[in-house]
């Protein structure tokens, strides 16, 4: 059974930046063909998909937050990290990191950590 668990301080300031990190246990962020995803859901709204990070160490991430997004990982904790840079009051959301599995026309989400509430607020 495979377990993500993000941590990370809970409350920021604006211009700082956010980093939070995820620890996967029952599994190893380098197997093949998993990409490990960061996720967060403003509140009141849906779901947005912010970066992953292959198991090949290559990132990607949403066009919207490339410029503010940096994905890393560290292979011998088996944990991956979200930098978010120059945060803003609209970053405030709950976020999720979590195990996502690529088709050529399909993805699945198989594996979520319970996610943690990051409030930016002066």
């Known amino acids: 059974q495979v377990q993500l668990q993000e941590s990370g301080p809970g409350l920021l300031k604006p211009s700082q930046t956010l980093s939070l990190t995820c620890t996967v246990s029952?599994?190893?962020?380098?197997?093949?063909?998993?990409?490990w995803s960061w996720i967060r859901q403003p509140p009141g709204k849906g779901l947005e998909w912010m970066g992953a990070?292959?198991?090949?160490?290559?990132?990607y991430y949403s066009p919207s937050l490339k410029s503010r997004t940096s994905i890393s990982r560290d292979t011998s904790k088996n944990q991956f990290t979200l930098q978010l840079s120059s945060v803003t009051p609209e970053d405030t959301a709950v976020y999720y990191c979590?195990?996502?599995?690529?088709?050529?026309?399909?993805?699945?989400?198989?594996?979520w950590g319970q996610g943690t509430q990051v409030t930016v607020s002066s």
């Open positions: 979590a195990r996502v599995l690529y088709g050529s026309n399909w993805q699945r989400l198989d594996y």
């Open positions: 029952g599994g190893s962020i380098t197997t093949t063909y998993y990409y």
């Open positions: 990070i292959a198991y090949s160490g290559s990132t």
